[in-house]
């Protein structure tokens, strides 16, 4: 079974530092990996997905990804935080290409921003 | 466009009663997908529906069931309520056509505490 690991449970920065969340998944065979955030109060919303093609993707507010397949790892980048970052960060997978699948996600990365 | 719709927001149940959840997914998909998300353990995959159809189911007891209506909307039952049942239940969508690279997108979620 296919898991995914967020190692990073709490993240604490001030603005404009860079920011780095990593994310490992367990599964050999193709995988479509995606970041998802959860500001407070509202629902998860897409950061960004890497389905295949260059392992460096760019998403919504600044955000990039880089997969690493011979790491199985994702890790999510931000040159530089704001306040307004301040979140809870998941990194999901789904494997293989054929029928659609859940989702299985990492633990949540809580990420808090100061001024 | 509207978004994922869920109802109701809260809901408190005490033990042993059924709570009905309910979603209503983005115009144009046929997919619904239902998450628990309890404290501590993250976000974990309940069950998918697709085109009426019961199409996955995660690692839960049966008394957690429900349906996908003509209009592609679903409900989530609990039957036997438990304590450990209190969580963030979650409802996403997806348009049902790229199978495992299909992007899942979130509601705002139901509530529910049972005491």
């Known amino acids: 079974a296919q898991s995914v690991s967020q190692h990073n449970h709490h993240v604490i920065l001030s603005e404009a530092a860079s920011l780095e969340l990593g994310c490992n998944y367990s599964y050999g065979g193709t995988v479509n990996l995606f970041w998802y955030v959860q500001y407070p109060g509202q629902h998860l919303q897409l950061l960004l997905k890497?389905?295949?093609?260059?392992?460096l993707v760019k998403g919504i507010k600044g955000f990039e990804a880089e997969f690493i397949k011979s790491k199985f790892s994702f890790n999510l980048r931000k040159p530089s935080v704001q306040w307004s970052d301040t979140a809870e960060y998941f990194c999901?997978?789904?494997?293989?290409?054929?029928?659609?699948?859940?989702?299985?996600f990492g633990t949540g990365t809580r990420l808090q921003v100061t001024l | 466009e509207a978004g994922v719709t869920q109802s109701p927001t809260h809901l408190i149940k005490t033990r042993g009663q059924q709570a009905t959840l309910r979603c209503s997914p983005i115009s144009g998909h046929t997919s619904v997908y239902w998450y628990q998300q309890a404290l501590g353990l993250g976000l974990q995959f309940l069950l998918w529906y697709d085109e009426g159809e019961e199409r996955n189911r995660g690692n839960f007891p049966p008394r957690f069931s429900g349906r996908q209506f003509p209009n592609y909307s679903s409900e989530l039952n609990v039957n036997a309520l438990e304590l450990e049942d209190s969580a963030l239940y979650l409802c996403?969508?997806?348009?049902?056509?790229?199978?495992?690279?299909?992007?899942?997108?979130f509601g705002p979620g139901t509530r529910l505490l049972v005491l």
């Open positions: 996403a969508s997806s348009p049902g056509l790229a199978g495992a690279r299909e992007t899942q997108y």
């Open positions: 999901a997978v789904t494997s293989g290409t054929g029928t659609a699948s859940k989702l299985t």
């Open positions: 890497y389905f295949s093609g260059d392992p």
